[in-house]
């Protein structure tokens, strides 16, 4: 059973260039989290994929988009980046079938961003 | 306000010792998932051990325990018979609801470093 995935492993990006992170869900999850990981610090919650859509966010600007696929794989898109946008982006599947918030997530092994 | 706190930023523990890590939330809701993850050096996050809101027994799993005091908002990970490979950060974590679903919110994290 294939855990969850990421691609790519390493990336490295100029200022201003656009981004695009792809996630495959643990099998038998359909809902996909991401989180932004800042050097020394834990991950942030930057939005939530259930059944194609965005159905939480975190407190990220609008350059940070996203999407779900059919077969609920996710990408992270991030357009015009900063230096500050250098961190380890973290993707989490979970099945929400309890709706009580208590189903625990598993997560990849992250995408490494640098911005220069 | 702060979520989730974790106040030791970095603790030392003999080989085969216990270590307790701290952990204190902060929430409103009435049910709510506790995690802890550990996440090694190569930056994949790794599910350790879950507590619900709910649970009136104090979640193990293996060498992990969770010392659960919901009164007093605490959910301390007790690692028994330390091993060098335990030697990483732990972040403990809380699932809470909010508008259309829920999310994870990421205390700062602790380092346990084992002695050999």
């Known amino acids: 059973d294939a855990g969850v995935t990421q691609s790519p492993t390493h990336l490295i990006k100029t200022r201003g260039q656009q981004v695009t992170l792809r996630c495959s869900p643990k099998s038998g999850h359909d809902t996909v989290s991401w989180y932004q990981q800042a050097l020394g610090q834990g991950p942030q919650f930057i939005f939530q994929y259930y059944e194609e859509e965005e159905r939480q966010r975190g407190n990220f600007p609008d350059r940070f988009s996203g999407h779900q696929f059919p077969n609920y794989s996710s990408e992270l898109n991030v357009n015009a980046l900063l230096l500050g946008d250098s961190a380890l982006y973290l993707c989490?599947?979970?099945?929400?079938?309890?709706?009580?918030?208590?189903?625990?997530?598993?997560f990849g092994p992250g995408t490494r961003l640098t911005v220069l | 306000a702060q979520k989730i706190t974790q106040t030791q930023p970095g603790m030392f523990v003999q080989e085969k010792e216990a270590v307790t890590l701290d952990c204190t939330y902060d929430?409103?809701?009435?049910?709510?998932?506790l995690f802890w993850y550990k996440q090694p050096s190569s930056g994949e996050m790794i599910f350790l051990i879950y507590q619900g809101s709910y649970d009136e027994q104090n979640a193990t799993e293996g060498r992990y325990s969770l010392n659960f005091q919901k009164a007093r908002k605490s959910a301390n990970l007790v690692i028994s018979a330390s091993q060098l490979g335990d030697s990483a950060m732990y972040f403990c974590a809380m699932r809470e609801s909010g508008t259309g679903g829920f999310k994870t919110i990421f205390g700062a994290g602790t380092r346990l470093f084992v002695k050999a």
């Open positions: 929430t409103s809701d009435q049910s709510y998932g």
């Open positions: 989490a599947s979970s099945s929400e079938t309890s709706g009580r918030g208590t189903d625990t997530q598993y």
